[in-house]
């Protein structure tokens, strides 16, 4: 009985004095994992976009031979719709194709001898055109070119009255081409700024009180500035961990 008593409180004893051994042994040391290292985000130009541009139109001063000439060297304004697809098949190259369309204010034309004047109300531009582009990050540097075409209204006119004429030569199609510069300043938002030039070939007339006068050409310089909302961006601006 003696022996179980004194083994028992043995036990209590060295119960007692298990804390105190731990606490003598000192703090278990704990090592945090390293933060991941952070990866700046990477710009996907891959997707369908659409937008709107504003700028303006200038024709050139070349038409009917050097004939006397109205306002074809001043500036039109004009203001239209985009939309197009992007495919960035590597980090710093992309292709897309984009349709365009641009409405026209005033007109343009010439004044003959004897009272005879030519006006093309061109009321619009219209375009669909492949790209091809070198981004580096937000940044895009591009060139486009494809088919143009042109929304003439014309007339010509003898002493202000309309006369009946007869033009050879389609300056309605044509083709185009340009250069721009694109930044992404959004996940889903984008801004340019573009040259675009139009060209829609030599035409002549050959009836009404203009036939003989002389070939003409149909052709516009642009500058556009333009904003893009774009879709399908899920991964378009990612940072990486």
């Not at 659409?50 to 009917?64: E, T």
């Not at 369309?101 to 030519?118: E, I, K, M, R």
């Not at 009321?123 to 070119?145: D, E």
């Amino acid at each position: 009985m003696k022996k179980i008593l004194f083994a028992t409180v043995a036990l209590l004893m060295v119960g007692a004095a298990a804390p105190a051994i731990g606490a003598d042994l000192g703090n278990r040391n704990y090592y945090k994992a390293p933060a991941p290292a952070y990866a700046a985000p990477i710009y996907n130009w891959t997707g369908f976009y659409i937008g709107a541009h504003l700028g303006g139109a200038f024709s050139s001063d070349n038409n009917f031979n050097g004939l006397s000439t109205g306002n074809n060297g001043n500036g039109r304004f004009l203001g239209g719709l985009q939309a197009g697809a992007d495919w960035q098949f590597h980090p710093n190259f992309l292709v897309g194709v984009e349709g365009q369309y641009s409405w026209l204010s005033g007109s343009v034309g010439a004044v003959f001898p004897g009272g005879v004047a030519y006006t093309n109300d061109q009321r619009g531009l219209g375009s669909i055109t492949g790209r091809v582009g070198y981004t580096w990050g937000p940044g895009l540097l591009y060139v486009k070119g494809g088919y143009a075409y042109s929304d003439n209204n014309e007339k010509v006119t003898v002493g202000g009255t309309p006369a009946p004429f007869v033009i050879a030569g389609d300056h309605r199609n044509g083709y185009t081409v340009g250069a721009g510069l694109e930044y992404m300043f959004a996940p889903n938002w984008s801004a340019k700024a573009e040259y675009q030039y139009y060209n829609f070939g030599d035409a002549h007339f050959i009836g009404g009180p203009l036939a003989g006068s002389g070939n003409f050409t149909t052709d516009d310089h642009t500058i556009k500035a333009g904003v893009n909302y774009r879709f399908n961006w899920a991964n378009s601006a990612v940072a990486r961990y």
